[in-house]
DNA sequence: CAGTGGATGCTCT
DNA sequence: GAGCATCCACTGT
């Protein structure tokens, strides 16, 4: 497996993100392909930088390359990957992955049997990779981080993203046609 | 299956 | 004090 290269964040989120479809995510040796993924820009309503900065976002506005972590629902931990160039927020948040690594690790912390739920939805995925507040702003090229290049072109798919009430229109959810470890189906 | 609501914590109004 | 880039359990078909 190949790392991604240097620069692959350093481009506008609308690039990156369908890029991301097929590339391996591992936290500590723990991960697998990512399926699912979404992008928010700073021109966007439903982006957490679109209101500019605060101390919560402020590693959006960081360099590229990058993670952005943040509380949801004040329950689960959400995981972003910076975009772009310092100082204009945008990121991609890593919806769903297909498990490849660590699966016993992932099911204890998760506490759930089923490969299918153990990554689809970006808090659970969060949980099963042990991705916390500690990560938030922590370079992706340096552990506990490691990303490796997809080996071949994927079909992917696009849609409107889940969960907004503001910018639901918008197709800036990329995912793998047909994976079965989706957080939704696309329609 | 589809729909509803509770848990939970923090940010920003 | 509202509103979340969520998940799960529970309800009623």
Redesign the pocket.
Known sequence: MQPLPRDFFARPVHEVAPDLVGVTLLVDGVGGAIVEV?A?DPEDP????F???????AA?FGPPGHA?V???????W?L?LVCEEPGR?E???V?ALQPTHGLARMRAR???EAER?LC????????ALGVT?EHDGLPLDEPPFALFAREALPEIVTGP??????GAETPWRYGLAGSPFL?RPFR
Do not use: D, F, W
């Open positions: 979404e928010y439903a982006s957490h930088g209101r500019g900065r605060t101390p919560r976002n959006m952005y943040y509380r949801s629902y004040g329950v689960h959400c972003n927020a990121a991609a948040l919806r998760r506490g759930v739920a689809s939805g970006p808090g659970k995925l969060c949980q507040r993203r889940i969960g907004l009430t503001r957080s």
